[in-house]
């Protein structure tokens, strides 16, 4: 992993093997729900549920800084504390964990590279059980709005009043307008397309069969053939953000781009606001 620019945000299964009952690490498993953490993962780690816990259902945004640092505290995290987070399908809801952290400004996250899936085709150790946790007070910082896209935003990239480029994370039928959401899925949009000027890469060509993130020369060309270098600011999105939170994670921190955002509002917001452009035509896809 030392050909990223911050291989220090990841680990492998092998060391949370090792560190399962380190006192300074603490093991998070991120996910939609927790249906899965309950029926076994790793062993001592905590679940958190994207849904209830990490999001405000009322007013569809994170939860605020004070509901955030009682998550925390409850998890026994200091801010010394080493976090550890992993998810489901390629890891997507622990980059969300790991976006969220380092917007209230945690130190040392890392993400479990190839997350639950690599965990469990390794035969690795599940457990049932809950941990007991001895509580602390966490005093989370300000939050970090150099991370975090808005619609003024997009807005200001739409109407050329910035240089920022839009990477587009979902799939090419949402992309297109084809769909709106993927099927099943719950949150969605009065209309299908994308956002003008945005290029289209789906955040799983970033990953292996396995679920480990592909190597640093293989991202550069993958982003580089879409005009994606870093030379200017990058704001990504998807439906609802957690996609693009691991387009993020990979830009900001395995090739190291300066200026990197994510748009967490993404389709959901976009595709029903009043008066936003939107594209639809397929060969936008090809830029």
Partial sequence: MTDYAHPEVLVTTQWVAEHLNDPKVR???VDVDTSAYDQGHVPGALGWNWQTQ??????????????????????????????IVYGDNNNRFAAWGFWQL?????????????????????KRSLSTEMPHL?????PARDPDHAIRARRDS??????????????????????????????GMTETAQRGGHIPGAVSVPWSLAVNEDGTFKPADALQHLY??????????????????????HTWFVLKYLL????????????????????????????????
């Fill in 256 to 287: 190291g781009y300066n200026k990197v955002r994510n748009y967490d509002g993404s389709w959901t917001e976009w595709g029903n606001l009043v008066g936003a452009p939107i594209e639809r035509e397929i060969a936008a896809a090809a830029r």
């Fill in 54 to 83: 990490l999001q405000d259902p009322v007013r569809r945004d994170l939860v605020d800084r004070r509901a955030f640092e009682e998550l925390v505290g409850r998890a026994g995290i200091t801010p010394d504390t080493t976090v």
């Fill in 27 to 29: 093991i998070v498993e």
């Fill in 224 to 245: 580089g053939g879409k005009g994606i270098t870093g030379e200017h600011e990058v704001i990504a999105y998807c439906r609802i953000g957690e996609r693009s939170s």
């Fill in 102 to 122: 380092k917007y209230y400004c945690h130190n040392d996250v890392r993400i479990m590279n190839g997350g639950r899936k690599k965990w469990l085709e390794e």
């Fill in 134 to 138: 001895q509580p602390t007070t966490y």
């Fill in 154 to 183: 997009i807005f200001d990239v739409v109407d050329r009043r910035s240089t920022a480029q839009l990477v587009d994370v979902r799939s090419l039928d949402e992309f297109t307008g084809k769909v709106i959401a993927p099927p």
